[in-house]
Structure formats: structure tokens, C-alpha cells
């Protein structure tokens, strides 16, 4: 039986991810407070568990699992972290998508482009011959970003970095402060908006309303608006330093930076594991019998290295065609910021190795343990050494 946990203490992250696979594409395993639990890891079983109505990603439609409890979220806090747009099924996600995509446009993102390059321009002309590639530029770019479009004022980034770094922290104490302070601090961001609204995406979801009158209630807003702020950052990061890594340690040449991220999301994405699903009936998934009131945990980071899909999966092709990974996920779940990630990492890459074209590692990678893919530093040169 394989365990999620595994993620938490495997030498080999890659190695542990492809091996839940072999127990086939559906298998027994456990969560990481040990409870039962469905692993699915090859990928039209992932595609069938996104997108079959068969399949909850409401959490209060079981009673298998206190997820609360098993990653140390408080009760206070809980249905702030646990309710996000992820984690409603239709209707209630129908709505709330319809509210947020109103404000989260295309357009929207489009018009961060030149912001985006100017971010970027003015980070790469501030760096040393040899530095931290997360501290110095992978973390402050989306920071930057997502503050921006957000209205989050930039005094007061520091203080709610800490925060989400507790998030992803092991200890249970600091996943408590964490979330307690991000709440808290949103509920306050969001009265501010209302007393003076601004041009930014926090404002105009406070404003939005439907032609009925619907609108986002508070625990939505401060919900999505920490869902939007983490995800907005937090994945990007790890997007980007991911992708500066894998391009220096094997020593690859991008000619089509567009290609090559998306393979880079297949490959090493930092979205590894899906938000839990639940079944509201028996299903039979890939031949396997899976009862009534079951959780049931898609391995993205499995499912984009089946064979069945894809070909030579295990080899990092930045030309790779057909490259429908799971990287934002899949259905009507599918990541509402994954064009802004695209972006970032697309302009964050080709900035960086057309400014330094000789950049090099200049020491190894720092890991950060948990649940999460997530660098925590990676020391490079803008030259080779002489």
C-alpha cells in the first residue's frame, strides 16, 4: 500500500511520484494521517476522476477523511483554506466561477504583459555575478505580480510571506499562525477595499454582482482572494526555479520557451497531487471497484508520466508535441490562473537566459520537505567561473 506521506521524507521525489504508479493506474494507498484512501495515477483514469460527476471535490459530502486535521488547519480557519474554488461542485462552483472569471479576465492578464516584462526587467538589472535564484528573482517577480493585481499594498508583503511560508511548513504550530494570520489579514485587506475601492482584481470582486443581484459573500471572497494570492505565487515560483534548474543541470537549449513550458509542467510541475475527490456512488475505475463515499487522490505528477499517453515519458523533451499534461489540472476545476502562470514563466525564462546566456549553478539546490515541490534555494552565476 502506498502512502502520500512518502512525499514528506523521499530522497528521491521523482523516483517515490513514478513509483506510486506500480500498483497500476488505480491502487490502495493511504493519506498522510494514514487514513485509507484511492490512489489514481494513470492518466485517462486522472481525466475520467477531473471531470465525471461521479466524483466530489466537496469535502463536507464525506466522512472518510478530517482533512482539517491530518494538515493542521485549526476550526476557525478551516472552510477558509479548505472552500476554495477547487473544492465546490456544481452548482455552487458554476456560480462562484461565473462570479470570479467576471474580474479575472483574459483581457486582464494581457494587460499585466508589459508589467510583467518591466518586473522582470528591473530585477535582472539589479543582480550580482553570483546569486540566489529564488531570493533575488523567481520570488519576487510573481510576489510582485500578484500583489499588483491583486491591490495587495507593498508594505505589507514581508509580513504575509511569512504566513504562507507556515502553510507549507511541517510543523503544525506554524500551519496554524499561518493560516490564522492570512485570514485575518484578508478580512481586513477586504474592508479596506470597500471603504476605497482601487483598480485591482480584490476590488472589483468585492464590487461584482450578477444581474440578480448575486454576489460573493465574505467567507467567499476571503476564501478565493487567499486561494488567488497562494496559488498566485506560490506555484509560479516554483514554476519558474524549477525550470532554470532542470535547463542548467541538464544543459538545454530553448528555442520555443512556450513549448518548453509546458513541458517543464509535465515534467516537474509544481502541482503534484490533485484536491481530493470523493465518490457519491460506486464507480468502476480502469477495472477497479471503488465503493460509495471513497477518497480518492489524482497523482498529477504520476499521471503525466503514463506511458499510455505519453511517449518516452520519462525523458524532458522541450519540443515535446501533443503535450496535454495535467499540470493546471483538467474539467471545470481547470486552473483560473494558469494563463498568468504561463506568462510569468514564459517572460521570466526568456529574460533571464537572454540577459546571462552563460548562466550556471554555482551550488546545489536547497529542498524544502513537505507536501510540496518547492526549491528553497538555488545559487547561480551570471558567467561560468574562469
Same mark, same amino acid.
Given at each position: 500500500m502506498s502512502e502520500i506521506a512518502g512525499l514528506l521524507t523521499?530522497?528521491?521525489?521523482?523516483?517515490?511520484?513514478?513509483?506510486?504508479?506500480?500498483?497500476?493506474?488505480?491502487?490502495?494507498?493511504?493519506?498522510?494521517?494514514?487514513?485509507?484512501?484511492?490512489?489514481?495515477?494513470?492518466?485517462?483514469?486522472?481525466?475520467?476522476?477531473?471531470?465525471?460527476?461521479?466524483?466530489?471535490?466537496?469535502?463536507?459530502?464525506?466522512?472518510?477523511?478530517?482533512?482539517?486535521?491530518?494538515?493542521?488547519?485549526?476550526?476557525?480557519?478551516?472552510?477558509?483554506?479548505?472552500?476554495?474554488?477547487?473544492a465546490y461542485d456544481p452548482p455552487d462552483h458554476t456560480r462562484l466561477r461565473r462570479l470570479v472569471s467576471r474580474e479575472f479576465t483574459a483581457r486582464r492578464v494581457e494587460r499585466l504583459r508589459p508589467r510583467i516584462q518591466e518586473i522582470t526587467d528591473a530585477l535582472l538589472a539589479g543582480l550580482p555575478e553570483e546569486f540566489d535564484l529564488i531570493e533575488r528573482y523567481a520570488y519576487p517577480l510573481p510576489i510582485e505580480v500578484i500583489c499588483e493585481l491583486l491591490g495587495v499594498p507593498a508594505g505589507d508583503r514581508d509580513t504575509w510571506r511569512t504566513?504562507?511560508?507556515?502553510?507549507?511548513?511541517?510543523?503544525l504550530d506554524r500551519i496554524?499562525?499561518?493560516?490564522?494570520g492570512l485570514v485575518g489579514y484578508m478580512?481586513?485587506?477586504?474592508?479596506?477595499?470597500?471603504?476605497?475601492?482601487?483598480?485591482?482584481? &480584490?476590488?472589483?470582486?468585492?464590487?461584482? %454582482?450578477? @444581474? *440578480?443581484?448575486?454576489?460573493?459573500?465574505? /467567507?467567499? =471572497?476571503?476564501?478565493?482572494?487567499?486561494?488567488?494570492?497562494?496559488?498566485?505565487?506560490?506555484?509560479?515560483?516554483?514554476?519558474?526555479?524549477?525550470?532554470?534548474? &532542470?535547463?542548467?543541470?541538464?544543459?538545454? %537549449?530553448? @528555442? *520555443?520557451?512556450?513549448?518548453?513550458?509546458? /513541458?517543464? =509542467?509535465?515534467?516537474?510541475?509544481p502541482a503534484e497531487i490533485a484536491v481530493m475527490r470523493y465518490t457519491l456512488e460506486p464507480v468502476d475505475l480502469g477495472g477497479t471497484a471503488i465503493p460509495a463515499g471513497e477518497a480518492v487522490q489524482v497523482v498529477y505528477a504520476a499521471a503525466n508520466r503514463d506511458p499510455r499517453r505519453f511517449d518516452r515519458p520519462g525523458l524532458?523533451?522541450?519540443?515535446?508535441?501533443?503535450?496535454?499534461?495535467?499540470?493546471?489540472?483538467?474539467?471545470i476545476h481547470y486552473c483560473l490562473g494558469a494563463a498568468l502562470a504561463r506568462a510569468e514563466a514564459q517572460i521570466a525564462l526568456t529574460g533571464l537566459f537572454d540577459r546571462f546566456p552563460g548562466l550556471t549553478l554555482a551550488g546545489e539546490?536547497?529542498?524544502?520537505?513537505?507536501?510540496?515541490?518547492?526549491?528553497?534555494?538555488?545559487?547561480?552565476?551570471?558567467?561560468?567561473?574562469?
Open positions: 523521499a530522497p528521491d521525489r521523482d523516483a517515490y511520484l513514478t513509483g506510486l504508479a506500480e500498483d497500476g493506474p488505480v491502487s490502495r494507498g493511504t493519506y498522510v494521517d494514514g487514513t485509507p484512501i484511492w490512489l489514481v495515477t494513470g492518466y485517462p483514469e486522472s481525466v475520467t476522476v477531473l471531470t465525471d460527476p461521479r466524483f466530489s471535490s466537496d469535502i463536507t459530502k464525506q466522512r472518510k477523511i478530517d482533512l482539517a486535521a491530518a494538515i493542521g488547519l485549526p476550526e476557525d480557519v478551516a472552510p477558509y483554506l479548505l472552500h476554495t474554488l477547487g504566513w504562507t511560508a507556515g502553510l507549507g511548513a511541517p510543523d496554524a499562525e499561518g493560516a490564522r478580512r481586513d485587506l477586504i474592508a479596506a477595499k470597500r471603504r476605497a475601492p482601487g483598480d485591482d482584481l &480584490l476590488s472589483g470582486l468585492v464590487k461584482v %454582482r450578477e @444581474d *440578480d443581484g448575486d454576489r460573493l459573500s465574505d /467567507e467567499e =471572497l476571503i476564501s478565493l482572494s487567499i486561494s488567488i494570492l497562494i496559488a498566485g505565487h506560490e506555484t509560479t515560483v516554483g514554476l519558474i526555479s524549477q525550470s532554470v534548474r &532542470l535547463i542548467l543541470t541538464r544543459g538545454l %537549449r530553448i @528555442d *520555443d520557451v512556450e513549448a518548453a513550458v509546458e /513541458e517543464f =509542467l509535465r515534467f516537474s510541475g524532458l523533451d522541450p519540443h515535446r508535441p501533443d503535450n496535454a499534461h495535467l499540470g493546471f489540472g483538467h474539467g539546490a536547497g529542498w524544502q520537505p513537505g507536501m510540496k515541490r518547492a526549491l528553497t534555494g538555488l545559487p547561480v552565476r551570471t558567467s561560468p567561473p574562469a
